[in-house]
């Protein structure tokens, strides 16, 4: 799988914090559910930004794999909560996908 992580007005030690996270606590998740081959052709972005008008980070998380592409976006006060929420929206698609899947 290849992952990709952009990043606008974040600090460093955070940027560092997040991936660390994802590729410690995360992909896991992501493993158990890409089956057949899917986890190595997958992509997972993930675009993160600072605003600092309304004091918010905006999280978007994109995984797209076998001509599939699934989207979650969330903005919260902390950029872990807004990562978290935005993933679980991904992984809640990615159930719902490969369920159709195997009712087939």
Known sequence: MTTRFHFEDIKESDKQFLEKYFNDKKIGR??????????????????????????????????????????????????TEAFDLAFDRVISQLRKSESK????
């Open 101 to 104: 899947l195997h009712d087939k």
């Open 30 to 79: 992501l493993k158990k559910l890409l089956l057949h081959g899917n986890f190595e052709l997958a992509k997972f972005d993930v675009n993160a930004k600072y605003r600092k008008r309304h004091d918010l980070f905006e999280v978007i998380v994109g995984l797209n794999f076998a001509g599939k592409g699934l989207r979650g976006e969330e903005k919260e006060h902390t950029l």
